[in-house]
């Protein structure tokens, strides 16, 4: 079973900055895609970013310009650089890695966090 572990999460104040990091706990043969979600109660989860295994990367529209998505290949962890943060972006951040578990004939699957908190304050 894999799991992935979030950290980076805390309290900073508006305009400040936090990075988020998640990795896997036990090895994976190869990541397809990496993304960012983030969820308030009762509220919907949002796709704050995502990054392809080629490199390709997209943004929720209210994070665009302030945070970054990125990831270490080597050590299959994904990154989320977040500035100027602002009270809005308050949330749990989830990271979301789908990937083949054992060989390049393994299904493709789809793994989630627990979840790390992020609150701004103003």
């Known amino acids: 079973q894999v799991q992935l572990v979030e950290s980076g999460g805390g309290l900073v104040e508006a305009g400040g900055s936090l990075r988020l990091s998640c990795a896997p706990s036990?090895?994976?043969?190869?990541?397809?895609?990496m993304e960012w979600y983030r969820q308030v109660p009762g509220k919907q989860r949002e796709l704050v970013a995502g990054i392809t295994s080629g490199g390709s990367t997209n943004y929720g529209d209210s994070v665009k310009g302030r945070f970054t998505i990125s990831r270490d290949n080597a050590k299959n962890t994904v990154y989320l650089q977040m500035n100027s943060l602002k009270p809005g972006d308050t949330a749990v951040y989830y990271c979301k890695i789908s990937c083949r578990v054992s060989s390049a004939y393994s299904p493709i699957l789809r793994y989630w966090g627990q979840g790390t908190q992020v609150t701004v304050s103003s």
């Open positions: 036990g090895s994976i043969f190869s990541v397809n895609a």
